[in-house]
């Protein structure tokens, strides 16, 4: 069941429902064709350190398992030619979500306790088609499974949802301070680490490997959903989004996505090479062709090219993982980026979990070969990463997907914010030069705090 209402902007939409628990806005900022808002989810599956929990209820069964069951309970045909999520499992998977998969030893200090994973089923999804300026409520009815009382539930979650958009909601915006901005790392120890991962280069152990550094903060108030609109103000992304569960909550201004499927097509685009982006128009043009020309940043794209390939390649088609965009240009707001897209058509036998299963998290935050060099990233960095770079999306109950990689990203608990940076460390890299690649990369979010 669905209906069309009045188009208006989606982020004031969703300031009423952002201090909810589960409340989740796939916002593209006005950077990309769709915004979501996906509220009030009637099951949650959660886990940390291998234990799992479903609404609550502890489950022995490896949580993707749990969550391919659930999400499988719910089949629905979406309706054609609308935006493409009206209905699913959606939330996210931290990085440390790793750990569950592979067999990877870590004694990083755990600082902000995110969950691993934290997905919430959506019976109610408000989509807006930016480029058209239209929106639509949908309503499948679930959980319920007898036709006539599922007709109910989502006709009463439909008027229930129509009546609280049409009543005018003022958001009071908070004004946004924090105190002093701290690093796990100091210049000098961040560029010993990128010199200790380039003896593993020379010593065989690994080509590339993504190193970063952890920012933190103290909020002077709870203001995430503030802070969330400061920063897709300061620095609009195509996959920004805003999560909040519990005393969590996930501000994002990713310019990158991990996985995309749609009818067994599959795609993502890696981003690897970075310039800072300048004021002045000749430079910033300069600056652009220095990136596009730099055999040190093609050289890291391309190893997490063939990294992407080769995990794409366990669970697509024979002969159809392609590179159509191998090192293309993309400029944001504070920097350029390499970006490239690979694709591949799934086996008829694997879903989207699969899918996620044999490719996360995504190389171009980890290095290559994967496994090694997130073992390298355990032994460099002195805490977990938390929800950077893991990955924040959709499962549609229609079987497709869409995740972001969480980059640029703040996550926030209770009054304490982290935000995070990396590099690829290759042979020739200038250890100095990629220490202020990492202080390019967070210059918008610290602006947001300051």
Same mark, same amino acid.
Request: hydrophobic share 35%; charged share 30%.
């Given at each position: 069941m669905f209906q069309e209402i009045i188009y208006s902007d989606p982020s004031e939409i969703f300031s009423q429902f952002a201090g909810e628990d589960g409340a989740l806005f796939l916002d593209s900022a006005g950077c990309a064709r769709y915004s979501f808002i996906a509220v009030s989810p009637f099951s949650v599956i959660t886990s940390k350190n291998e234990a799992v929990f479903l609404d609550g209820k502890k489950i022995d069964a490896h949580p993707l398992a749990v969550l391919e069951t659930e999400w499988k309970k719910f089949p629905l045909v979406f309706e054609k030619e609308l935006p493409p999520f009206q209905g699913g499992a959606a939330g996210f998977f931290s990085y440390d979500f790793c750990h569950q998969l592979e067999e990877i030893k870590s004694q990083q200090k755990d600082e902000m306790n995110f969950p691993d994973m934290v997905m919430g089923l959506y019976d109610v999804v408000i989509a807006f088609d930016l480029e058209k300026k239209r929106a639509w409520i949908f309503s499948s009815g679930y959980p319920e499974q007898d036709f006539n009382q599922r007709e109910l539930r989502a006709k009463k979650r439909?008027?229930?949802?129509?009546?609280? @958009?049409? #009543?005018?909601?003022?958001?009071?915006?908070?004004?946004? &301070? &924090?105190?002093?901005?701290?690093?796990?790392?100091?210049? +000098?120890?961040?560029?010993?680490?990128? +010199?200790?991962?380039?003896?593993?280069?020379?010593?065989? $152990?690994?080509?590339?490997?993504?190193?970063?550094?952890?920012?933190?903060?103290?909020?002077?108030? #709870?203001?995430?959903? $503030?802070?969330?609109?400061?920063?897709?103000?300061?620095?609009?992304?195509?996959?920004?989004?805003?999560?909040?569960?519990?005393?969590?909550? @996930?501000?994002?201004?990713?310019?990158?996505?991990?996985?995309?499927?749609?009818?067994?097509?599959?795609?993502?685009?890696?981003?690897?090479?970075?310039? &800072?982006?300048?004021?002045?128009?000749?430079?910033?043009?300069?600056? &652009?062709?220095?990136?596009?020309?730099?055999?040190? $940043?093609?050289?890291?794209? %391309?190893?997490?090219? $063939?990294?992407?390939?080769?995990?794409?390649?366990?669970?697509?088609?024979?002969?159809?993982?392609?590179?159509?965009?191998?090192?293309?240009?993309?400029?944001?707001?504070? %920097?350029?980026?390499? %970006?490239s897209v690979v694709t591949g058509k799934l086996k008829n036998h694997f879903n989207g979990i699969d899918l996620l299963r044999a490719t996360f998290p995504g190389g171009s935050i980890t290095g290559a070969p994967k496994i090694r060099a997130m073992e390298i990233i355990s032994e460099m960095e002195p805490t977990r990463r938390g929800i950077y770079c893991g990955s924040l999306g959709y499962f549609g109950f229609n079987g497709d997907l869409d995740f972001s990689i969480l980059i640029r990203t703040f996550g926030i608990k209770n009054n304490r914010v982290t935000f995070q940076a990396g590099g690829a460390v290759v042979l020739d890299s200038d250890s100095l030069q990629e220490y202020e690649e990492t202080l390019t990369k967070v210059k918008k979010l610290a602006e947001c705090l300051t």
């Open positions: 439909l008027e229930f949802f129509l009546e609280k @958009i049409k #009543n005018k909601f003022q958001y009071d915006s908070k004004k946004i &301070a &924090a105190e002093k901005i701290h690093s796990n790392f100091s210049s +000098e120890g961040y560029q010993a680490a990128v +010199e200790k991962v380039k003896n593993y280069i020379r010593d065989g $152990d690994i080509f590339e490997a993504n190193i970063s550094q952890c920012f933190s903060a103290e909020l002077q108030n #709870n203001s995430s959903f $503030d802070l969330y609109q400061q920063l897709r103000k300061i620095n609009p992304a195509p996959f920004s989004a805003f999560f909040k569960w519990n005393e969590f909550a @996930i501000a994002s201004a990713s310019p990158e996505r991990f996985l995309k499927l749609t009818h067994h097509e599959v795609e993502a685009r890696p981003i690897k090479g970075t310039r &800072a982006r300048d004021k002045n128009l000749e430079k910033d043009k300069m600056l &652009a062709r220095e990136l596009l020309q730099s055999e040190k $940043d093609r050289a890291e794209n %391309v190893m997490i090219v $063939d990294l992407l390939r080769n995990d794409l390649s366990r669970v697509c088609e024979p002969h159809s993982v392609k590179v159509p965009v191998l090192c293309g240009l993309e400029s944001y707001t504070s %920097v350029h980026h390499l %970006v």
